[in-house]
């Protein structure tokens, strides 16, 4: 067996320990991922210390999971996460053990944890790894697998179903049968998990090397229906066309190639749902079915989406809005204003980001991306940049304060008249000089006295 290559610092935090009379070992990720030759840099220990006995060793220690004995070490710029050895009491509810029991014993603790290969333990002083659950074999054999009965481990922790697909998404593992049908069969309990903990697994599934992998395998162990239901009607929803696969499967594809091309999270997120909504505005037609609008449901559904999932406001934000606009058309035919127009409204920042989604989205229809059209529009936008043309309320020659000098009520008319003058302006950007906007603002404001009046 292989040993752990145990860094200096480690050492030191480990003999911390050890001077009290403690044992401490790296445990989960970190090993099965060194055994794998992948790098991660996440350590996680285990140690028959009790929390209130780590916090006295350490001045900056977070109680990150008191509760379930697990407390964050701050330890030379790093962060430690530290469990202690424990063995649960049963669990009530599928969520929370109805005891927590620390116990003095390695032996026991890897035994509670999920699956074999995240069951190694490494001595932190002579990097011995220790393998009590035959994880060596499951490793070599590219195999998840839960540790004792698959069914009673997922009756104690739903999550660790959706863990299993977000491991061999990871890895691009195979998940072994029997914890594959006790996912099965465990499946409905996921909805009593909370969103947090579902959050976390996805966007590191979506944000894996292989999130086709574990997307599969959510969709074939009917996971995916219990926890995205909306993404997975969109099995067998033919499209016909350009499209040789069905809509869960374009939507999977799209999140593939995302992650192949490593963009980054609300990309790869985007993808996975930037056709949700085609299941609801399907018309079927000869040969082909249409879906028109469906960007716009698509958005309301992701948006849906990402709020069960507690996403922070702007991970809501971006990923509704790329969905939103996804299906931007451009032509080489477009005016300068309807450039203008289409930075307006996407915003420069969430540009670069929106034409990733239009890479991965060709990628997952032809294989490969025609970026030519993408690429002139990036140019044409570059070269509206290099002009300083005005594309927000901020770049026109006057403000709020200059409109009430000549009369503009304070409030909503202010609001209302600057965004008049940018509509004018992003189609001339030669109106933007204040004489100019200042007589447009009056016409306006005597139009709109006069519509309210009559
Ligand atoms: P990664 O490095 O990709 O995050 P990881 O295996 O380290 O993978 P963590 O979520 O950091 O994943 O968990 C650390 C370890 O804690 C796991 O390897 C596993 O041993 C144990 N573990 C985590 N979640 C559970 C759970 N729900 N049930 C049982 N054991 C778990
Ligand atoms: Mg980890």
Redesign the pocket.
Known sequence: MKTFPVSASIKRFSSRFKKAGFTLYIV???IRDYLLGLENG?F?FTTDAEPSEVKALFSHVIPTGIDHGTVTVIFEKQMFEVTTFRSEGIYLDGRHPSSVTFIRNLEEDLKRRDFTINAFAADCTTGAIIDLNNGLKDLREKTIRAIGDPQKRFEEDALRIFRACRIASKLNFIIEENTLSAMKSEKENLKNVSAERIREELFKLVGSDHPSVGLGYMHHSGVLATLLPALAKGDGIKQGGMHHQDVLQHNIAACQAASDRNFPLPVRLAALFHDVGKTEVIKKGEGRNTFHAHEVVSAKEAKAIMRYLKASNEQVRIVTHLVREHMFNYQSDWSDSAVRRFIKRVGLEDIPLLFQLRIADQIAIHGEPNTSLIDELQGRIDKILEARDALSIKDLAIDGNDLMQIGVPKGKSIGSTLSYLLEAVLDDPAQNNAEQLLSMARNYQRSVGATTES
């Open positions: 989960g990720g970190a996440d996680d």
